[in-house]
């Protein structure tokens, strides 16, 4: 993803193309959190219960098929560990 997301960052003017693809990547997601900041964009959902998580991961598995223009599609379990992350308190095993 470092590529990827160098690539973004110089299309946003934040990097060149003379540094790591790491270093590009994290300033990149850095100007990500803090625009998130400036416009108050939080980075729970405190209306998401753990117990609903499950039917929403269920939901967004279903909603997809292979024609989305995503890398790759997920099923129901791989995509609860990002509702997860949302949570207001995030359990400690689904830390990125």
Known sequence: IHPKLHE????AG??????SNQ?????FIQAIKDLNRAFG????IP????SDI?????????EA????????????KELERYYYQFLPVSL???HA
Do not use: G, Q, T, W
Not at 41 to 44: A, N, T, V
Not at 47 to 50: F, G, P, R, T, V
Not at 54 to 62: D, E, H, I, V, Y
């Open 47 to 50: 209306e998401i219960k753990e």
């Open 14 to 19: 934040l990097a060149d193309k003379n540094i």
């Open 23 to 27: 270093k590009a990547s994290r300033i």
């Open 8 to 11: 973004l960052a110089i299309a």
């Open 92 to 94: 400690p095993e689904f």
């Open 65 to 76: 098929n292979p024609l989305y223009p995503v890398p790759i599609l997920m099923n129901a």
């Open 41 to 44: 964009i939080k980075d729970c």
């Open 54 to 62: 499950p039917s929403l991961a269920c939901a967004a598995a279903s």
